[in-house]
């Protein structure tokens, strides 16, 4: 949840991005918010059916919730996908970065007069714009790991609410649960 607020914070730092690595950006933290709220949405309503056996004889209800919260963990996996994009979008562009400084370090070196002066004034802004990408890597990567850790623990909260479905709602829960083994099998052969 936190995770979103840097992200938008950090980016909207970045002006050396391109209009399209802009929108990229501002997509990803949109679809992130909406995802953060949903997942902690999922993770509310799995506690709140676990803690209230009144609740747990609705099979139909846990059904649908287990469905509603595989949802979010895929969305969550696509949101993780399009985060490691935005890595490394941001890996190449300071790799761009650290080229073109090494370009410049090459004409300084043969440059004479105003031209190395010139030089010098664009070696100093792709070094800021370097530190600016290398800053911003360093929050993805954090943000990165923070994101990893959500969605396994809402994996892991989702096989648990499956395993709690087949051992707390009858003959229903244990026959769908069968089922599901089943597909499962059918998919991987």
Known sequence: MYWILGVAA???VVAWLSNEEQRACAAYNASGRRLSNETTE???????????????????????LHHASHLTASALYEQYSNHKKLVAMFH????????????????LRHAVGIQQEQIKVQLQQMREQFGQAKQQLTILHELKTELLYELRNLNAATREYKLYIRDHCGQKGRDWHQRGL????????
Do not use: C, P, W
């Not at 190449?92 to 004409?107: E, Y």
């Open 42 to 64: 999922r993770q509310q309503q799995i506690a709140e059916r676990r803690a209230n056996y009144e609740k747990n004889q609705d099979f139909y209800t846990h059904i649908e």
């Open 92 to 107: 190449d562009k300071k790799q761009q970065f650290g080229r073109h400084i090494a370009s410049l370090k090459t004409q």
């Open 10 to 12: 950090a980016v909207g």
């Open 182 to 189: 089943e597909r499962k099998r059918l998919r991987v052969s």
